[in-house]
C-alpha cells in the first residue's frame, strides 16, 4: 500500500511520540467533553490525545472552533498541535469534533478546551525607560514622593508575572548611606531615615511672600550685602556666581542636572528565583527646599510683661503666594494666637500655666481657592513656670495622735502641702520649719514633712500639743496648723458580750448583703483614739470569702452574706472572728480568746435548675455535612444530682436532632448555606421529674460553603438590533460565597458560534458581540459556559435574536408574520383578560337587574298607599 504524503503528516505525532517512548495510552480517551493543558512553546508536532469512538465505520474526524490553524486532527482521532501556543496570544481554544462515517457525523460533537499553560518566558519591563522626581528636604521617612511601573506579559494569575522591585544603586553615594528606599511590591519610592534627616536641597536666596524674583532685585540684595566700592554686576566675579548658581536652581532639569540617579531593577516570580528575568529603569531626583519647617516647640514665660500682639515664631510656605490660616487642636474656649500673611505668629495676651501648660497650633498653608499646598503643620506652645503660687496647706488643721511612752524618735506623721507651680522644679520645691521651735517637743523634716518626737511624752503632762509650721517655696511661705494629741497607751483588750454567737440556717438562695448576725464588742482604752477603735475580722471558717464584717469602728458589726451561698460546694462553716484595735497593745500584751468569737451556719438546701458546663455553645462544618454527623455533646448536670434530659428547639428547618438522654446533637436534614449561613436554635435541659425546673442555652451552628453550585446567567434571552449591533451584556450569580463564587471565567462554545465574541468585562459580566454585521432575522442558541473561581462550570443555551428594531430600539415583527400563532404567555393573557372581561360583565348585569326589582318593588308600594 502506498501512503501519500497526508497520511505521512497524519502519522507524524504518531510516530514521534513512539521514537521519544511516550506512554501514549495515558492520551487516549473516549469520545466525550475534553480539557487538555498544553504548555505554551511545546515544539511540534505534538500528540495530545486520542478519541476512542464505539460507533462503526468511523474513517475520519471533523474539526471546527478556535485555533483550528494551531490544532488538527488525524483520521484516526489524534488530536495535535500544528504549531507551537502562544499564551498571551490565545489562554485557551474551544473545539468541536465531530466523529464521521464518510461524511456523515455519527458521534458528536463534543467539545475540546485546551488551557495554555503559561512558561516564564517574557521578561518584565518598565512603562518609562527614565523616571524624574521631586523630593523636598525632610520628607519624612516612608511616605511615597514617586514610583515605577512595570508590565510582564506573562500569566498574572502566575508567579511568572509577580513582579518585585528593588534598588540597584544610588549616584552619588559619597558615605554609603542608602537615602532612598523603594516598595519591593507597589514600586513606591520614599526617604529612608537618614535621607530623611540628610537629603540638603542647593543653597539659594530666600525670598518673602510676594518679593519681587527679577535680576534687578538680585541685584538689590546684593548690593545690600556688597556696599561700595562696587564693579559693574557683568564684571563682578562675586555676583556672576550668584546669578549663575540661582538661575541653575530655578531651572534645574532633572533629566539634565539631577542631584541624584537611582537604579531601579524588577524582576519576575517575585525576585526570589535566580532564573528570574529582569528589566531596568532610571530614576532621576532633584531635592527642593524645604521652606515649611516647623519652629516648635515654642517656649513663652507665663505673664509675660510685653506688649501684645508679640511675635513668638514665623512659619514660610514653599508657595511663594501661600495663604496662612491658624486654627487650634483642641477645643478651647481661650486661643490667644493668631497669624499674619507673611506667616508670623502672634500671641495675643499672657498666658497662664497654671490654666494650660501647652497649647498645640496646627498652621494650614493653601491657595487662593482653599486647595492646601504644604501639608498641615503642628506647633507645640510650652508655657514656663514662673513663680506666682504660694505653697497650700492640703488641710486647715492637720490632726495626728501619738501614744503616750513611745520611744524618742517615733513618728508622729507627714503634714501634707503642695504648690501650684510647675512639679520639679525650684518654683514648686517646698521646705518645713516649726514656728518658735524652742521648747518643743518635736522636730520636722525639712524637705518631707515628717514631724518625730523628741522626747517621751506623758498624758498626765499634756494630752494636746498645737504647732505652727511654716512651708516655703523660694519665694512665698504659707503658715499651718497642726494637732497633736497624746493618747493613752493601748494597754485594753476588746471584748466581745459574748464569746459564742450559737448557729443560725440560712437557704442557699439568701441574698447577697443579707445581714446574717449583729456582734458587739468593747474597749476601755480612751474614747474616739486608735486605741479603742474596734476592726472586727473573720480569721478561720470561710476560706472563700463568702462572709464579711461591717462595722463603724464602734463596737458594732454586722455579718453579712458578701458571696452567693452553694450548698453544693459548702453545707456549714463554722466562723471565727477577731476583734482588733488599729494601734499596736502595749509591750507585753497580746490579744486573748476574749477578744474573739465563734459562730455556726448551717445552708440548706433549694431545688435548683440544671446548670450547663458552658456558657457558650458555637459549631462550624461545612454544608455537605452527611446525614447522621454528630456536631456536639452537650453537657449539663442537676445540682442536686437528679436525672436531666435534653430538648432543642428553633430548628425551622429540621436540619438537627438531639439525643434527649445523652445531649448528643447530630444532623438529621441537609444542610445548606445558601439557605441559612447561621443557625441558631435552643437547647433546653430539664429535670426528669419536674420540666419547669429548666434552663437554656442558645446553639449557632455555622456553615461553610463548599462549591456545590454552578454559575448561572441572570438573564438568558436577549435581541441584538441589525441596523445597529450593540453588544450584549451577560450576567452571571452563584449561590456560592468565596472562594466558590466570582471572580467567573466566560466561555462561548464553537461550532456555529464563530461569528461571535465573548470578553469578561469584570468578575461577574461579559460582553456578547457580533464580529460581523448581521444580515438576517435570525435567532441563535449560543452554548456559553460560565465557571466559577473554582473552576466549576456547566455550558448553558443563551438565546440571542438578531432582529429589525424599531426606533426606541425593539424588535419589530412586520404586519401578517406569524400573526395567527401566540406564545404560551400570550394565549394565557388573552384567555385571562378574556374571563375578567366576563366576569365584570355578569357583576354588572345581576346589580341591574336587583336595582330594577328595588324600583318596582318601590312604585308597588307607593300605588298600595
Not at 562675586?238 to 530655578?250: I, K, N
Not at 510685653?306 to 483642641?330: D, F, G, H, M, R
Not at 506647633?379 to 490632726?399: G, L, R, T, Y
Not at 455579718?559 to 494601734?583: G, H, M, Q, W
Request: net charge negative; aromatic share 6%.
Amino acid at each position: 500500500m502506498i501512503m501519500t504524503p497526508l497520511v505521512h503528516l497524519l502519522l507524524l505525532p504518531l510516530l514521534l511520540s513512539i521514537a521519544a517512548g511516550k506512554d501514549l495510552e495515558e492520551k487516549k480517551g473516549p469520545f466525550e467533553n475534553t480539557v487538555l493543558d498544553v504548555s505554551e512553546g511545546t515544539p511540534v508536532p505534538y500528540a495530545m490525545y486520542q478519541f476512542q469512538v464505539t460507533s462503526a465505520g468511523v474513517n475520519n474526524f471533523r474539526l471546527s472552533g478556535e485555533g483550528k490553524e494551531d490544532i488538527s486532527i488525524s483520521n484516526d482521532g489524534w488530536l495535535y498541535l500544528q504549531r507551537p501556543l502562544d499564551w498571551s496570544r490565545d489562554n485557551h481554544y474551544i473545539i468541536m469534533v465531530e466523529a464521521l462515517a464518510d461524511d456523515e457525523v455519527v458521534e458528536g460533537p463534543v467539545y475540546v478546551t485546551i488551557n495554555v499553560l503559561d512558561v516564564n518566558n517574557k521578561a518584565p519591563y518598565f512603562n518609562q525607560s527614565v523616571y524624574t522626581a521631586l523630593v523636598r528636604e525632610h520628607n519624612p521617612a516612608g511616605v511615597p514622593f514617586t514610583r515605577v511601573f512595570a508590565l510582564d506579559k506573562d500569566d498574572p494569575e502566575t508567579p511568572n508575572a509577580q513582579l518585585s522591585y528593588s534598588l540597584v544603586s544610588q549616584i552619588p553615594n559619597r558615605l554609603h548611606t542608602p537615602l532612598f528606599q523603594i516598595n519591593p511590591e507597589t514600586g513606591e519610592i520614599s526617604t529612608t531615615e537618614d535621607g530623611s534627616q540628610m537629603l540638603k536641597a542647593r543653597e539659594g536666596i530666600l525670598y518673602s511672600k510676594g518679593a519681587d524674583r527679577s535680576i534687578e532685585a538680585l541685584k538689590s540684595k546684593f548690593d545690600d550685602y556688597c556696599p561700595q566700592p562696587k564693579l559693574p554686576y557683568e564684571q563682578n566675579p562675586f555676583f556672576t556666581c550668584v546669578q549663575r548658581a540661582e538661575m541653575r536652581r530655578s531651572n534645574v532639569d532633572p533629566l539634565v542636572d539631577p542631584d541624584f540617579t537611582l537604579i531601579v531593577r524588577v524582576q519576575d516570580l517575585g525576585g526570589a528565583s535566580e532564573t528570574a528575568l529582569s528589566g531596568n529603569t532610571e530614576v532621576h531626583i532633584v531635592v527642593q527646599q524645604n521652606l515649611w519647617v516647623n519652629p516648635g516647640p515654642i517656649p513663652v514665660e507665663e505673664h509675660l510683661r510685653e506688649t501684645y500682639p508679640l511675635t513668638i515664631a514665623k512659619v514660610q510656605s514653599n508657595e511663594p503666594n501661600a495663604v496662612y490660616a491658624l486654627v487650634q487642636k483642641e477645643r478651647e474656649l481661650k486661643f490667644p494666637f493668631q497669624i499674619t500673611e507673611d506667616g508670623d505668629i502672634h500671641l495675643t495676651e499672657e498666658l497662664d500655666r497654671e490654666d494650660k501648660d501647652m497649647y498645640i497650633l496646627v498652621v494650614r498653608a493653601t491657595d487662593n481657592s482653599g486647595n492646601e499646598v504644604d501639608p498641615p503643620m503642628e506647633i507645640h506652645v510650652i508655657v514656663d513656670d514662673i513663680n506666682d503660687n504660694a505653697p497650700e496647706c492640703e488641710n486647715e488643721e492637720s490632726v495626728f495622735e501619738l501614744q503616750e511612752g513611745e520611744p524618742v524618735g517615733s513618728e508622729v506623721g507627714e503634714l501634707k502641702a503642695h504648690d501650684a507651680d510647675k512639679e520639679g522644679t525650684l518654683n514648686s520645691l517646698l521646705s518645713y520649719t516649726i514656728e518658735n521651735p524652742d521648747g518643743s517637743p518635736f522636730s520636722i523634716d525639712a524637705a518631707s514633712g515628717r514631724i518625730q518626737a523628741l522626747r517621751s511624752l506623758q498624758r498626765r503632762d499634756q494630752q494636746v500639743y498645737n504647732l505652727t509650721i511654716k512651708v516655703k517655696d523660694p519665694v512665698f511661705s504659707t503658715n499651718c496648723k497642726v494637732v497633736i494629741k497624746v493618747i493613752d497607751v493601748n494597754n485594753e483588750l476588746p471584748l466581745f458580750e459574748k464569746n459564742d454567737y450559737g448557729s443560725q440556717t440560712l437557704a442557699e438562695d439568701t441574698p447577697v448583703e443579707h445581714t446574717v448576725l449583729t456582734i458587739r464588742a468593747t474597749d476601755a482604752d480612751d474614747p474616739d483614739s486608735g486605741s479603742s477603735r474596734i476592726e472586727f475580722h473573720i480569721s478561720a471558717g470561710d476560706d472563700d470569702g463568702v462572709f464579711a464584717v461591717q462595722t463603724d469602728g464602734n463596737g458594732v458589726g454586722h455579718l453579712v452574706i458578701a458571696k452567693p451561698l452553694d450548698f453544693e460546694t459548702a453545707s456549714t462553716y463554722d466562723l471565727k472572728i477577731d476583734a482588733r484595735n488599729p494601734e499596736p497593745l502595749m509591750t507585753g500584751l497580746v490579744y486573748g480568746s476574749e477578744s474573739t468569737a465563734v459562730f455556726s451556719i448551717s445552708v440548706t438546701d433549694i431545688d435548683e435548675v440544671p446548670e450547663f458546663s458552658s456558657d457558650i455553645l458555637e459549631v462550624t462544618v461545612p454544608e455537605n455535612t452527611t446525614k447522621g454527623s454528630v456536631l456536639l455533646t452537650v453537657e449539663a448536670k442537676d445540682p442536686e444530682g437528679k436525672d436531666i434530659n435534653f430538648k432543642l428547639d428553633g430548628d425551622t428547618y429540621g436540619w438537627l436532632e438531639i439525643d434527649k438522654v445523652s445531649g448528643v446533637i447530630k444532623t438529621k436534614g441537609k444542610l445548606d448555606r445558601e439557605t441559612l449561613e447561621t443557625l441558631t436554635v435552643t437547647v433546653t435541659a430539664f429535670e426528669t421529674a419536674n420540666r419547669e425546673m429548666h434552663s437554656e442555652l442558645d446553639l449557632t451552628v455555622r456553615l461553610l460553603d463548599v462549591n456545590d453550585n454552578a454559575p448561572e446567567m441572570i438573564n438568558n434571552q436577549a435581541f441584538i438590533c441589525m441596523m445597529k449591533p450593540e453588544p450584549v451584556i451577560i450576567k452571571a450569580k452563584d449561590g456560592d460565597s468565596a472562594p466558590f463564587s466570582q471572580p467567573f471565567t466566560f466561555v462561548l462554545g464553537s461550532g456555529k458560534s464563530q461569528n461571535w465574541g465573548l470578553v469578561r468585562i469584570d468578575d461577574t459580566t461579559a460582553k456578547l458581540t457580533l464580529r460581523k454585521k448581521p444580515t438576517e432575522d435570525k435567532t441563535y442558541h449560543l452554548p456559553i459556559t460560565i465557571k466559577d473561581n473554582a473552576g466549576m462550570g456547566v455550558a448553558r443555551l443563551f438565546e440571542v435574536r438578531v432582529c429589525n428594531c424599531t426606533e426606541l430600539g425593539y424588535c419589530y415583527m412586520p404586519p401578517g408574520r406569524h400573526g395567527h400563532i401566540y406564545g404560551t404567555g400570550a394565549t394565557v393573557g388573552i384567555l385571562v383578560g378574556t374571563l375578567a372581561f366576563c366576569v365584570i360583565a355578569f357583576i354588572i348585569v345581576i346589580r341591574r337587574i336587583d336595582k330594577n326589582k328595588k324600583k318596582a318593588k318601590n312604585e308597588e308600594d307607593e300605588r298600595m298607599m
